[in-house]
């Protein structure tokens, strides 16, 4: 009984995740959004869950350099106060975001233990996914100089976009495994409306995004009974994009822009949304990161820039997760952000590779969970790449991709070994495996 309110508990976080920017509720200088009350409510879950059980997060390094990570934005924060000037209670609600990150990660880690769990919070995301894209067409509309932009609940165009990219490839991954035959049209519908929803939200990250993880996609299916989905997915975004209005291909040329800024050194803002402007904001973030061991410190990198001759509002944000990290905690917070996002693509791959390894015991959900591997990663550089044009240091997304990778290869590792405890196949070599997307099944 409790397993299964806790799948529902992992459900509703994945709705809240891409509807940033709903409900939010102020109690004196808190400010209290859906993402927090239910991870607070898997917080308790996760509690309880380990007082019966025990621990059920996965042994790996990563979670070293996940609390390398926050020890490096505690001391970021101290550095940061005593050259900031701002009020202590100015750290103290950075670090109700800063704690529900490191919290979050936690828990998906203890409460995602098999696949069902592990379904429950990608089918929750997708699900969450499609009503931010549905509330951006319904909502109202965001102008960036001359283009139209729709994020409704999914808070930032940006991160809305980000969000949505990474719901795609979850949504092919679950079409395959549901039981029930009339979830696979509501699974085609919701690909249909989170396709119109990132080319609505115009974001220029979300276009290089979606170019990289198509790339990818297609390298990983090449077989042409799994090209016909990529392609029609493709096709589904490459119609959206030629129907959007000429403004959005206009904005979409000005990344030229951007490199040209960087090889030439003129940061002159452009004719659409002062790109150059960006680019002058990461010159001077490079600058905070070489200038201390421990970079300007959390919220003093707008004033550092300012007493040091950048031209810039001292309230401004840096619109790259790395460089956001170098800029405000320096060496101190980069070193272990890096070996956060590195080994979330290790653990994917080799997730892949245990699955496709022990196809030859035989067993369904094996296949199932390589195929999740394969679409969470691609998931994941959709939302990475978003990443390094947006203020992404602590995007709760970002940390659920974090999460999930090191849950869902925990989770294949310990398949394979309930399977071996079983002798499943794996003595006789005769097992048969029926592929994940219907494949014919291959001779063990």
């Not at 997060?57 to 990563?62: A, E, L, Q, Y």
């Not at 549901?178 to 974001?203: D, E, F, H, N």
């Not at 975004?237 to 904005?251: C, H, K, L, T």
């Not at 300007?296 to 944000?317: L, R, T």
Request: one cysteine or more.
């Amino acid at each position: 009984m409790l397993k299964k309110i806790a799948r529902i508990v992992l459900f509703a976080v994945g709705v809240a995740l891409p509807l940033e920017a709903v409900g939010k509720v102020f109690i004196g200088v808190f400010t209290l959004t859906p993402v927090r009350a239910i991870t607070a409510v898997a917080l308790l879950f996760a509690i309880l869950d380990m007082v019966l059980s025990g621990p059920r997060v996965p042994r790996s390094s990563k979670n070293l350099w996940v609390l390398a990570f926050f020890v490096a934005l505690v001391i970021g924060c101290v550095y940061g106060s005593l050259y900031s000037g701002l009020p202590p209670l100015i750290y103290v609600l950075k670090w109700t975001r800063f704690g529900s990150v490191l919290l979050f990660y936690l828990v998906l880690c203890q409460l995602v233990t098999t696949r069902r769990d592990l379904d429950a919070f990608l089918g929750g995301f997708v699900v969450g996914g499609t009503l931010a894209a549905i509330s951006a067409f319904t909502g109202d509309v965001e102008w960036s100089g001359e283009t139209e932009r729709r994020a409704g609940f999914g808070g930032g165009a940006n991160q809305h976009a980000g969000n949505l990219l990474t719901a795609l490839p979850l949504a092919y991954a679950l079409f395959f495994s549901v039981r029930q035959k009339v979830l696979k049209p509501m699974l085609v519908t919701a690909v249909l409306i989170m396709s119109a929803g990132v080319v609505a939200a115009a974001s220029r990250s979300a276009f290089l995004a979606a170019l990289g993880m198509g790339g990818v996609w297609m390298m990983r299916f090449r077989r042409p009974s799994d090209l016909k989905y990529v392609i029609a997915m493709a096709l589904v975004i490459v119609v959206g994009v030629f129907a959007a209005p000429r403004a959005y291909m206009s904005r979409i040329a000005t990344i030229k822009d951007a490199f040209a800024s960087l090889v030439s050194g003129d940061s002159r803002p452009s004719p659409e949304a002062e790109i150059g402007n960006r680019v002058e904001v990461m010159r001077a973030a490079v600058g905070a990161f070489v200038s201390s061991p421990f970079g300007a410190g959390v919220g003093n990198f707008g004033p550092w820039a300012v007493k040091n001759g950048y031209k810039m509002p001292a309230d401004v944000s840096v619109h790259n997760a790395v460089l956001q990290v170098g800029a405000e905690l320096g060496i101190v917070g980069v070193v272990p952000y890096l070996a956060i996002v590195v080994m979330t693509w290790t653990q994917l791959s080799r997730a892949r590779r245990l699955a496709n390894r022990f196809r030859v015991l035989g067993d369904t959900e094996l296949a199932y969970l390589g195929l999740r591997a394969v679409m969470v990663q691609i998931g994941f550089i959709g939302i990475a790449v978003v990443a390094q044009f947006q203020p992404g240091m602590i995007w709760k997304g970002m940390w659920g991709m974090f999460g999930i990778s090191t849950a869902l290869l925990g989770v294949t590792e310990r398949r394979i070994r309930q399977l071996r405890a079983l002798g499943s196949g794996e003595e006789t070599g005769t097992a048969y495996y029926r592929d994940a997307r219907g494949a014919e099944p291959a001779r063990g």
